[in-house]
């Protein structure tokens, strides 16, 4: 069974750090690029960061370049995103997709663009407060 399993969100506050996993089981991610999308209530679900399949180059969303680093450890066959100094508007359910197709992994890590065939999984969810 092809799943993905996000782990590591948690309550943190302002200026912290929080490294979030995507571990895959029933597939290789080796031959995936894998993304990180976050989604609050009533907003779309939007791109936060991207590692392609072919080379590792990664890719950043605006709002969070310079503050996060994604990395892939292929023996693990799991993905990494780590943050830092994190923004109360940080806060949302954060999920990792990934793609294999080459027009899928265009859409997804340059585009950010939410497309149908991401295999997405169930979401940690990150809260940034005092």
């Known amino acids: 069974q092809v799943q993905l399993m996000e782990s590591g969100g948690g309550l943190v506050q302002p200026g912290g750090s929080l490294r979030l996993s995507c571990a895959a089981s029933?597939?290789?991610?080796?031959?995936?690029?894998i993304a990180w999308f976050r989604q609050t209530p009533g907003k779309e679900r939007e791109g936060v960061s991207c590692?392609?399949?072919?080379?590792?180059?990664?890719f950043y969303s605006e709002s969070v370049t310079g503050r996060v680093t994604i990395s892939r450890d292929n023996a693990k066959n799991t993905v990494y995103m780590q943050m830092n100094r994190l923004k109360p508007e940080d806060t949302g359910v954060y999920y990792c997709?990934?793609?294999?197709?080459?027009?899928?992994?265009?859409?997804?890590?340059?585009?950010?663009?939410?497309?149908?065939?991401?295999?997405w999984g169930k979401g940690t969810p990150v809260t940034v407060s005092s």
């Open positions: 590692i392609n399949n072919n080379n590792g180059q990664t």
């Open positions: 997709g990934a793609v294999h197709e080459d027009k899928s992994v265009q859409d997804m890590c340059v585009g950010f663009r939410n497309v149908e065939t991401i295999k």
């Open positions: 029933g597939f290789t991610l080796d031959y995936y690029a």
